[in-house]
């Protein structure tokens, strides 16, 4: 005899939801910040092997890459237009929010 669970868990933050109901942990201020993970994000740690990436860039678009990326980590409006400068950014806020998941599922399995 198969078992159901009566609740579901959210694939972000890993929090066990009624039925029907939808997690607010990636809301704030109605925008789509990763809300329960903005102490994960406020450590954020840059890798080492961004290193290309960033010196593959203008002085000026890496200055911009930099502000982009504090922006996300803040939840604020992020227009970038240069695509080479978005590939980037794309590929670590990804790894930035794939970080801060990891790190907020470890936090929450330990009961902090």
């Not at 990636?26 to 910040?33: F, P, T």
């Amino acid at each position: 005899m198969k078992h159901s669970t009566y609740y579901h868990t959210c694939e972000y933050c890993g929090s066990n939801l009624d039925p029907g109901e939808k997690c607010d942990c990636r809301q704030k201020d109605g925008k789509n910040i990763m809300g329960n993970y903005v102490e994960a994000l406020n450590t954020a740690v840059f890798n080492k092997a961004w290193t290309p990436l960033f010196m593959s860039l203008s002085d000026e678009n890496a200055g911009r890459l930099i502000k982009a990326i504090f922006d996300f980590m803040n939840g604020d409006e992020i227009t970038i237009e240069d695509d080479q400068l978005k590939a980037i950014f794309l590929y670590i806020s990804d790894q930035i929010e794939i970080n801060a998941q990891k790190y907020y599922s470890k936090v929450n399995q330990e009961g902090r």
